[in-house]
Structures are given as C-alpha cells and as structure tokens.
C-alpha cells in the first residue's frame, strides 16, 4: 500500500534554532516528492519538489533532502522565524503523467519566540 | 502567478441541502482536483478532472459530484449535506508539462449542522 509517514508530528522550537522533519514512504513506482508549506485554515503552498535524481534541494532558509534508496525525505529549517509556523506536508508522486500523489499527514510546527 | 480561487472561505450549511463549491484557475491548467482535509488524515482526492466535461473518481467520491463545463471552473457539488462532510475542502490545478507541480486555492471550511 502506498503510505507517506511524517515524524514528528508536532514540534515547538524556539525562533532562530534549526530544526529538521522526517519523511518515509512506500510508494511505488517513484516519480518525485514535495514539500508543501500550509498555515493554518490556507492553502498549501509548495516549498520543493525533487526528482528521483536530486538528492538536495533549497528554497531560501528550507532544505529538502531525498534519499531513494532508503525512501526518506528530510526538510530542515535554518534560522527558524515566527512565520515558519505552520504544517509541512510531504506529498510522493506514484506515477508519472497524471501525477497520482499521496499525502502525509504533516508536521505541525510552532516556533516560539 | 499561478492563481486558484474558490467561492467561499467559510460556509455554514443544514443537513441535506444541495451544496455548490467552487473553484476558478486562471492559468489555463488543464487537470484540476478537489480534495478534503481532516485532522489526523492529510489531505483526500475526492475527484479530477483532466479535460472540460471529463472527471474521474478519487479515493472518496461518494456523496459528492462534480462539474466542468469550462476549462478554468471546477465545481464540487454536495447533493444532500451530511454532518459527516465537514471538513476543509482544498481545490488544485496542474498543467501537464514538466513536473506537474500542483497548486492550491486558499480552501473552503464547510460546517454542515
């Protein structure tokens, strides 16, 4: 079964520390994962998206990593800010073409000041 | 700028009224998508449409419909309301080239009492 698992699944940190969340999946066959950025009662917004052949990508103070082989992601955050609040969703695309995705339930992060 | 709107932020409806959701992209994608979204679940393909006048199934079609009669209109119709179709409903739109990156509206939160 295609699954998407984020860890954790809530997490405080304080304004201006890193932080790193977790992403593990088993989807198959690959084609590329996402980062979404949601806050609260909005749309999600796109952060990354890497293909099976990228194994970083950066947006600004976000990261993504991607490791195939082991079929796990990571999205670190540098120098967190009040804003990054919000929920990140990983989302693995199982197909090509019509772009079958499957959704993690997301992290929800809450940066203190 | 991609930009997807939906009719409604917030929506109060009765059980069993007729409900009409919709969604307006105007970058001339041909795929869009609506989902829900509920604590603990992620997000829910509930139809797709690739082309006007075409849709497919999701993963939870049932106790709703869909309509496309233009390309830049997506609509999601609830024939009888339940208490059980509250929840936040995200509309999308992809083209077909590329990566296919998908992109959200800002979302409807519907409360059927």
């Known amino acids: 079964k295609n699954q998407v698992e984020q860890s954790p699944q809530s997490l405080i940190i304080l304004e201006g520390k890193n932080c790193t969340l977790q992403c593990n999946y088993t989807v198959s066959p690959f084609s590329n994962l996402r980062w979404y950025k949601q806050d609260t009662g909005r ?38 800010q009040l804003s990054d609040s919000a929920s990140y969703i990983c989302v693995v695309s199982a197909e090509r073409g019509f772009q079958k995705l499957v959704f993690g339930t997301g992290t929800r992060l809450l940066v203190s000041p | 700028d991609v930009k997807v709107t939906q009719s409604s932020r917030y929506l109060v409806k009765r059980t069993g009224e007729k409900v009409f959701l919709e969604c307006v992209q105007d970058m001339d994608h041909e ?72 992109y959200f509206g800002p979302g409807t939160r519907l409360t059927v009492t």
Not at chain 1, 45 to 64: C, D, H, P, Q, W
């Open chain 1, 43 to 80: 749309g999600p917004v796109s952060l990354t998206i890497m293909t099976f052949s990228e194994n970083t990508k950066s947006n600004g103070r976000y990261t993504a990593t991607l490791d195939a082989d082991t079929k796990q992601s990571s999205l670190h955050i540098t120098a967190s």
């Open chain 2, 31 to 102: 795929n869009m998508f609506w989902y829900r979204q509920d604590p603990g679940l992620g997000l829910r393909l509930i139809y797709f449409s690739y082309d006007v006048k075409m849709k497919e199934k999701g993963d939870i079609p049932e106790g709703y419909s869909v309509s496309r009669e233009k390309k830049e209109r997506f609509s999601l119709i609830l024939e009888s309301a339940s208490t059980n179709q509250t929840s936040m409903y995200l509309c999308a739109s992809t083209g077909t080239s590329g990566i296919h990156e998908q």
